[in-house]
């Protein structure tokens, strides 16, 4: 299996991606269906063969760690192996980038092989809004490029961190569920 854990976004973010999601599905016939909550990744998808070290671990993480206040600058548009994206780019913060550290350095202690692609200074902080296959048309660059102006004053207050996990043998967006949140700061439970 595939897990992944990430920052779940608060009531005003979400509305927010969904609000988005409602005017791209007005242009895209079948808008793919976003299983998870709108949220930030921290780590992206990596091979796990048994959840409780990654749960014990998760416990003394989201423990250990304050709500955390983060910047959405600008809606983006790229693609993935063959897959549209339209997003919420995150501000870069020293906070941001020493928990993606954070995370990367304990895991190499708790699951055999925790690397996943953009892992490291490469990886870009963002909230996904949509995501799907590309066909001769792309929708999201085509939503992204109509407005007039793809810059975001939104602050996103994260106060929960989640597990994500997808039981299939390659992750796809729509095999994803939620598995487990944790309020920041909270003592772990027993």
């Not at 009531?11 to 895209?28: P, Y």
């Not at 995370?103 to 200074?121: H, K, R, S, T, W």
């Amino acid at each position: 299996m595939y897990v992944s854990v990430a920052l779940l976004a608060d009531e005003t973010t979400q509305r927010l991606v969904d609000q988005i999601r409602q005017e791209l599905g007005v242009s895209v016939a079948t808008l793919p269906r976003m299983p998870l909550p709108a949220h930030l990744s921290l780590k992206q998808p990596f091979v796990c063969k048994e959840l409780a070290p990654v749960e014990a671990w998760l416990e003394r993480l989201a423990s250990s760690l304050s709500p955390i206040e983060i910047a959405l600058e600008r809606l983006y548009h790229g693609q993935y192996e063959g897959q549209g994206i339209l997003g919420l780019a995150a501000a870069e913060t020293a906070c941001l980038r020493a928990l993606h550290n954070r995370i990367n350095a304990e895991l190499l202690a708790v699951v055999a092989d925790p690397a996943a692609p953009f892992d490291g200074d490469a990886y870009r902080f963002h909230v996904t809004v949509a995501m799907g296959p590309l066909g001769a048309d792309n929708p999201y660059r085509r939503y992204h490029d109509a407005m007039a102006d793809p810059h975001l004053d939104h602050i996103m207050f994260a106060r929960q961190l989640a597990l994500f996990v997808c039981a299939g043998a390659l992750p796809t967006p729509q095999d994803w569920r939620l598995y487990r949140s944790l309020t920041l700061g909270a003592p772990p439970p027993r």
